[in-house]
């Protein structure tokens, strides 16, 4: 499959009011240091959770304990996410047909009853618990703990040219989206989100998403 490549402008060209690439590079080091002790802290506090989650997936269905998939990073670099598996060996090429159904062209589209989940991957994903292996991609250098969701690669074939805007920044295993509607907003509103989130960075928006977030994974809002 080829993957459309994002403009050579893409750090430019992201949206007015974007920060300038100096703005970015004197925030980014204040950041990384939150975001590695936020992932180290993170996974301290999980550990025992990882543990039996893993136990869960192994007893719940055969195959691999971790999900990786290629998802566009800052400026459009590819990387590898993971995640825990929530979905059965062997049914990933069928990901056209349920999140992209009679060629909807949505840049994020869940599925209320996907039918490949397993038992024990639909509670994590309700329970949001199927994102916490991304602590790992904060330490790699690859997310933050804020910032944009990072998407599948092949969904660039649906960006518009505003829309590349987003991967200005790391993705986030948190964001603005995430506390603000989730599932149920359009992914117009997403990007919109995401944009309004670049523009207006600051640490506070970060500790209050951060938030936000604790409220919305225990009310499992928007969440599916």
Known sequence: MSVMTAPESLLERGGRGLPSPEQRLNASRLRRVVDVAGALVGLALTGWLFALIAVLIRLDS????????????RGGVPFTIFKFRTMRVGVEDAVGDVRHPAGRSELLYKDLADPRL?????????????????LLNI?????ALVGPRPLPVEDTRYYKAWQWGRLTVL?????????????????EEMVRLDLYYIEHWSPLLDALIIAKTFWVVITRDGAY
């Open 62 to 73: 055969p195959g691999p304990i971790l999900f990786r998939q290629q998802r566009l990073g």
């Open 118 to 134: 397993t038992a024990v991957g639909s509670w994590l994903r309700r329970n949001s618990l199927d994102e916490l292996p991304q």
């Open 139 to 143: 330490l790699r250098g690859e997310m």
């Open 171 to 187: 993705p986030g295993l948190t964001g603005l989206w995430q506390v603000s509607g989730r599932s149920r907003l359009s992914s």
